[in-house]
């Protein structure tokens, strides 16, 4: 069992940056392919990024070349960093733990993050 606590949201103005962090504890943090997923008002949560045990990466399309996630397994910390941010970024971020064997899927409490002048 894992358990993730996410930091790091708030409120940007267009164009600008913010960065994200999920501390892991309770489970072997290497064990685990981490994500980032967002959910906006009336949407569906989407995946956003994801890097494997071994930081191969993956983007979603919206955000590719704005956003880089990774991870530090000596910290049990996944980052996104978010550059570049539009309004329709906004969003309640969520990270996610895969077990990569048992594909057990794990969340934090999300993190808004709000783009807006």
């Known amino acids: 069992q894992v358990q993730l606590v996410e930091s790091g949201g708030g409120l940007v103005q267009p164009g600008g940056s913010l960065r994200l962090s999920c501390a892991a504890s309770g489970s072997t943090f290497n064990r685990y392919a981490m994500g980032w997923y967002r959910q906006a008002p009336g949407r569906q949560r989407e995946l956003v990024a994801t890097i494997t045990s071994s930081a191969s990466t993956n983007y979603a399309a919206s955000v590719k070349g704005r956003f880089t996630i990774s991870r530090d397994n000596a910290k049990n910390t996944v980052y996104l960093q978010m550059n570049s941010l539009k309004p329709e970024d906004t969003a309640v971020y969520y990270c996610?733990?895969?077990?990569?064997?048992?594909?057990?899927?794990?969340w934090g409490q999300g993190t808004q993050v709000t783009v807006s002048s």
């Open positions: 996610n733990a895969d077990h990569l064997v048992s594909h057990r899927m794990h």
